[in-house]
């Protein structure tokens, strides 16, 4: 597609439950980050993708979170057991690639996000 | 780690007035250097970038220039507008670490008429 599409939009769910998050990026792009942004603050890393593999999964919280990719495309954020501190927006980017210094290869293009409300 | 610091809002300016936002930086490696804006109600976009030391960024009439010597990205717009009204992210990224971005904490950003 032209952008890189989030869905859903908004997702509430209550304490406990277990969430999926969608992201598909731009055609072509191999690189792929999820991002989750608390209300007021900068975005904060999560998980990084360079085709089907996580290059760097080093800021997902705890292992209630876990993010796939199996296609080397559409991406799947998926939070187990979901607390009230899980309520975010969650950002998801891609890029041409991940390990290029060429020019406008390392800009990460974001999607809208999907916020996360916990209650 | 890689940290960017960024200076607190709320900015309130008027129309016209002259705009800076400080960021500060701590990186690992050679970093690239970028401001993303958000505006009310839409997703983040790029405003510009700078990959080496001197180098300029610009964009919609906002500049920034890339300060090696003190590890500084400044943020500025000689005469603003109420559609600047949004919260600006200064960021980061080493291309060791797959050029995943640190960001800032943000500045929101309100032009008055």
């Known amino acids: 597609g032209a952008g890189v599409s989030q869905t859903p939009s908004n997702k509430v769910t209550e304490k406990g439950k277990y969430v999926e998050l969608r992201c598909d990026p731009i055609?072509?792009?191999?690189?792929l980050y999820w991002y989750r942004q608390s209300l007021g603050q900068g975005p904060e890393f999560l998980i990084y993708?360079?085709?089907?593999?996580?290059?760097?999964d080093s800021g997902l919280p705890n292992d209630r979170f876990f993010a796939v990719r199996p296609e080397g495309s559409v991406s799947t954020l998926k939070i187990q057991r979901t607390e009230r501190g899980d309520s975010a927006v969650y950002l998801c980017?891609?890029?041409?690639?991940?390990?290029?210094?060429?020019?406008?290869?390392?800009?990460?293009?974001f999607g809208a996000g999907s916020r996360l409300t916990v209650l | 780690g890689d940290s960017v610091t960024q200076m607190e809002g709320p900015v309130t300016l008027s129309e016209e007035a002259f705009l800076t936002i400080n960021c500060t930086y701590t990186?690992?490696?050679?970093?690239?250097l970028f401001w993303y804006v958000q505006y009310p109600g839409e997703g983040l976009q790029l405003l510009l970038k700078?990959?080496?030391?001197?180098d300029k960024g610009s964009n919609k009439g906002f500049e920034a220039t890339y300060r090696k010597e003190t590890t500084s990205f400044h943020l500025e717009k000689g005469s603003v507008q109420v559609s600047d009204s949004a919260v600006y992210f200064c960021?980061?990224?080493?291309?060791?670490?797959?050029?995943?971005?640190?960001f800032g904490g943000g500045t929101r950003v309100l032009v008055k008429p």
């Open positions: 990186a690992t490696g050679y970093p690239s």
């Open positions: 700078a990959t080496k030391a001197d």
């Open positions: 960021a980061l990224s080493v291309r060791a670490a797959g050029n995943k971005l640190t």
């Open positions: 980017a891609s890029s041409p690639t991940s390990g290029s210094q060429t020019a406008g290869a390392n800009v990460l293009t």
């Open positions: 055609s072509g792009h191999t690189a």
């Open positions: 993708f360079q085709g089907t593999g996580a290059a760097d």
